[in-house]
């Protein structure tokens, strides 16, 4: 039952700044991969940002590279996504993920999703 507590998202306009937040309900340990997708209205769900959380690898989607940035709590098992010089086309949905490791092998665990609305 551990869940994803998204925080953050907001409406803003363009060239604003905001930091979206997820983090664990319940401490955990296993965490292989944290990160975050969008969803804007009529277009896939696309992934943004991920880390690797042992060796902090990150991985930038093409349209974010220079203005977003993910970084990790690992006492608080917690993901930021920094977002720099928001443009309308960064309205989304964004949806904090998970990968977390066991023995059987890795589980996708997923946010309810945060709303992020650009204005111009």
């Known amino acids: 039952q551990v869940q994803l507590v998204e925080s953050g998202g907001g409406l803003v306009q363009a060239g604003d700044s905001l930091r979206l937040s997820c983090a664990a309900s319940?401490?955990?340990?296993?965490?292989?991969?944290m990160g975050w997708f969008r969803q804007a209205p009529g277009k896939e769900r696309e992934s943004v940002a991920t880390i690797r959380w042992s060796s902090s690898s990150t991985y930038y989607a093409d349209s974010v590279k220079g203005r977003f940035t993910i970084s990790r709590d690992n006492a608080k098992n917690t993901v930021y996504l920094q977002m720099n010089s928001l443009k309308p086309e960064d309205t989304a949905v964004y949806y904090c993920?998970?990968?977390?490791?066991?023995?059987?092998?890795?589980?996708?665990?997923w946010g309810q999703g945060t709303q992020v609305t650009v204005s111009s």
């Open positions: 993920t998970a990968q977390l490791t066991y023995s059987s092998g890795r589980f996708n665990l």
């Open positions: 319940e401490r955990t340990f296993n965490i292989y991969t």
